[in-house]
């Protein structure tokens, strides 16, 4: 299968401060990424939907200007989240395909611990 | 809307025995069905799929078969190793090929040696 990397796997930052993480396809190119969340022991909530070269889709309750999303690339998509709170702490996980695939393929993840 | 109901886990089992976890799902047209399956700390891994109905998804001893009639994908294994042990997310894409996937809850899996 097609491999997705996503960057940093963990990540502890302070409240106030910004994080951002990173989704790459490393062979292929991805003309849609999308965004999770995972809370503990829970599924996974779509949060936005990007193609490349153009705005996110943000899905209904997902604030687009607390998570930023850039799809700079064919190969690169990054989320932001601003101003990070305790609350905003979550396992974060990014998916990517070609819209000529059936399925998508997920980065390893990312744990981010807002302190 | 589309929408995914797995068994409320968790399920387990001793080493060699059969696994089922049963999936349903409601969506207009015609869904293609996946199962992934997420290993402690780590992302989600496809581990097979079914486009239509009737078809068999297959993988690792895993199965599972696209019902129509019964709008389910359940997950089968004949004998489940302790390595099985994870959560397993039953998932769907709408028709449209979007590529967005609406997941079940997911079901823990632990298997005893």
């Known amino acids: 299968g097609a491999v997705v990397s996503q960057h940093p796997s963990w990540v502890i930052c302070k409240s106030g401060t910004s994080v951002k993480i990173e989704c790459r396809s490393l062979d292929f190119q991805a003309t849609t990424m999308f965004w999770y969340r995972q ?4 599924s996974l909530m779509l949060m936005a939907t990007s193609n490349e070269g153009s705005k996110a889709t943000y899905e209904q309750g997902v604030e687009k200007d607390k998570f930023l999303i850039n799809h700079a690339s064919l190969t690169l998509s990054t989320l932001t ?32 611990t807002v302190v | 809307g589309n929408s995914v109901t797995q068994m409320e886990g968790p399920v387990t089992l ?16 015609y869904p293609s069905l996946f199962w992934y399956v997420q290993y402690p700390g780590e992302g989600l891994q496809l581990l097979l799929k079914a486009t239509k109905a009737d078809d068999k998804g297959s993988n690792k001893g895993f199965e599972a078969t696209y019902r129509k009639e019964t709008t389910s994908f359940h997950l089968e294994k004949g004998s489940v190793q302790v390595s099985d042990s994870a959560v ?8 449209g090929n979007t590529g967005k996937l609406i997941f079940g809850q997911g079901t823990t899996l632990q298997v005893k040696p």
Do not use: M
């Open chain 1, 39 to 42: 809370f503990p022991k829970q």
């Open chain 1, 81 to 112: 989240v601003t101003s990070a709170h305790p609350e905003d702490s979550s396992f974060y996980i990014c998916s990517a395909r070609d819209d000529s695939w059936i399925e998508a393929f997920f980065g390893q993840g990312t744990r981010l």
């Open chain 2, 14 to 29: 001793s080493e060699e025995a059969f696994l089922t976890i049963n999936c349903t799902y409601t969506a207009t047209g």
């Open chain 2, 88 to 95: 397993y997310f039953c998932a769907l894409t709408g028709s």
